[in-house]
C-alpha cells in the first residue's frame, strides 16, 4: 500500500493564483481531511469529509474549497492564493473520526 | 474551547538516558489522545493512541499515560538513541470530533 500520498511536494505561487492540492489514499478509509502547520503552532483543520459525497469545515476553512467524489481522493482548491496561505499543508485520513490517523509527506506551499 | 499545551518546546538529552515528554489539554471531555512523531520534511507517524477509558498503551521503549480528570498526558520514552530526534506532538480528539494540537516539543537526542 502506497498509504496516503499527495502532490506536489512543493509549489511557488503569486497573490491572486489558484491551484488545486492532490490527496489520495489506497487504504479505503471514509474519513479524510486537510490540515496546515505554521511555525509555532498546532495543526489547524480546514477541512474535512466523512466520506464520498460528504465534506465539512474545520477552523480554518476561508480561501479553500475541497470536494470528495470518490473514496481515495480528497483535492484541496486555493480559489485565489494570498500571503497568508504560506504554509505546509498536509492529508490525512482514518477508518473513522475516532481512529488512527495517517499522515501524507505534505505539500510546502508559499505564496508571493 | 479545548487548548492543548506542550512543554517544553525543545528538549536535548544526551543518548541513552529516559526521558519524559508532557502534553496538557483545558477539557476533560475527550474521546481519545494520541502521541505523534514528525520527522524534518516529513509527515506525522502516528505512535500511540489511548482511549479516554484507558490510563496507559505501550509499544516497544515508548509508553504514553493518560489522566483524563487532570488533564494531562506523558510519553515516556526508555533508553533514548539518535535515531528518536524528532518533534513529537499529541493531539487530543474533543467532544465535536475535532483532533486538536498542541504545538510540539523538539527533541534531541546527542550521542
Known amino acids: 500500500n502506497a498509504g496516503v500520498t499527495q502532490t506536489p511536494k512543493f509549489q511557488v505561487l503569486k497573490t491572486g493564483q489558484s491551484m488545486t492540492l492532490q490527496c489520495a489514499q489506497d487504504?479505503?478509509?471514509?474519513?479524510m481531511s486537510w490540515y496546515r502547520q505554521d511555525p509555532g503552532m498546532g495543526l489547524r483543520l480546514i477541512h474535512y469529509?466523512?466520506?464520498?459525497?460528504?465534506?465539512d469545515q474545520g477552523e480554518v476553512p476561508n480561501g479553500y474549497n475541497v470536494s470528495r467524489s470518490t473514496t481515495e481522493d480528497f483535492p484541496l482548491r486555493l480559489l485565489s492564493a494570498a500571503p497568508s496561505q504560506t504554509s505546509v499543508y498536509f492529508c490525512?485520513?482514518?477508518?473513522?473520526?475516532?481512529?488512527?490517523?495517517?499522515f501524507g509527506p505534505g505539500t510546502r506551499l508559499t505564496v508571493l | 474551547k479545548q487548548e492543548v499545551t506542550q512543554i517544553p518546546a525543545a528538549l536535548s538529552v544526551p543518548e541513552g538516558e529516559n526521558l519524559v515528554l508532557n502534553c496538557s489539554f483545558t477539557?476533560?471531555?475527550?474521546?481519545?489522545l494520541q502521541w505523534f512523531r514528525q520527522d524534518p520534511g516529513k509527515g506525522l507517524t502516528s505512535l500511540l493512541l489511548?482511549?479516554?477509558s484507558q490510563r496507559e498503551q505501550t509499544s516497544g521503549r515508548l509508553n504514553a499515560s493518560l489522566d483524563k480528570s487532570s488533564g494531562r498526558s506523558t510519553l515516556y520514552i526508555a533508553a533514548s538513541q539518535p535515531g528518536d530526534s524528532a518533534t513529537y506532538l499529541c493531539?487530543?480528539?474533543?467532544?465535536?470530533?475535532?483532533?486538536?494540537w498542541g504545538a510540539g516539543t523538539k527533541l534531541i537526542i546527542k550521542p
Open positions: 477539557d476533560s471531555a475527550i474521546y481519545n
Open positions: 490525512a485520513s482514518s477508518t473513522g473520526t475516532s481512529g488512527r490517523q495517517f
Open positions: 489511548i482511549q479516554s
Open positions: 493531539a487530543v480528539l474533543d467532544s465535536n470530533y475535532q483532533l486538536i
Open positions: 469529509s466523512v466520506g464520498a459525497g460528504i465534506t
Open positions: 487504504m479505503n478509509h471514509e474519513y
